[in-house]
């Protein structure tokens, strides 16, 4: 069964440092996201992206904040400049149709970012 | 960002019996919604969605209800099984965003 896959499992990056944090979608969607979680809190969104470009930010993916999809296959994730309060898991999603009924995102193992 | 909530951190039910997780929103405009489960260290795995058009969808042993008059709704598990034991997510999307909005998770046990 098709799945989104993360790389690495685990980032330990110091404060001020850039990080990318990659995944690779299910190989026929078109909608990519990043969703975050801090400890103990909830899920939540970060970005959507969809035909190269960001379809929809959350006011967390601020200018530090960037994706990209530099080939047919990766979408990434760049902070520029890493802060404490970065530190969370960071899950990649895909889905394939948006709308007609089909909302499903599935999502990666996720990239658990530690900054000190 | 209180738009869907699970008022129960936590919920253990004994193996073969019913589980039933709960969820409410407030935003009028999420016409989808979804249950996730979540393991340790995993991300959350989709388990069955229902569209607002609809009050109950069912697959296999799991059960959805929406209760929109009341923006409410409910994940049924029958019967329970210890691999059941779990973090459940509740999430709601509408049509004109992408963007899902997560409850804060209800932890189940299943006790053999």
């Keep these: ?116 | 960002d209180q738009q869907v909530k699970q008022n129960s951190p936590s919920l253990s039910v004994q193996e073969g019996r019913i589980s039933i997780l709960n969820c409410d929103y407030t935003n009028s405009m999420f016409d989808y919604f979804l249950w996730y489960k979540k393991y340790p260290a995993e991300g959350p795995t989709f388990l069955i969605s229902i569209s607002s058009i609809k009050d109950k969808n069912e697959d296999g042993r799991f059960t959805v209800f929406l209760n929109k008059s009341a923006k409410h709704l409910s994940l049924h598990i029958v019967p329970s099984q210890p691999g059941d034991s779990a973090v459940y997510f509740c999430a709601a999307i509408s049509s004109n965003t992408g963007k899902l909005i997560f409850g804060q998770g209800t932890t189940l046990q299943v006790k053999p």
């Excluded at chain 1, 690495?8 to 990318?20: A, K, L, R």
């Excluded at chain 1, 994730?77 to 948006?98: G, H, V």
């Design chain 1, 1 to 116: 069964e098709p799945e989104v896959t993360q790389t690495p499992s685990h980032q330990v990056t110091q404060m001020g440092q850039e990080v990318i944090l990659r995944c690779v979608p299910i190989s026929n969607h078109l909608y990519f996201y990043w969703y975050r979680q801090i400890l103990g809190q909830k899920v939540e969104f970060l970005v959507s992206f969809y035909n190269n470009e960001i379809s929809e930010k959350s006011e967390i993916f601020d200018d530090q904040f960037s994706v990209e999809r530099p080939d047919g296959s990766n979408f990434t994730l760049k902070i520029r400049s890493t802060k404490l309060e970065d530190s969370a898991m960071y899950f990649c999603a895909s889905s394939n149709l948006r709308g007609r009924g089909s909302y499903e995102q599935y999502f990666g193992p996720g990239t658990r970012l530690t900054v000190t």
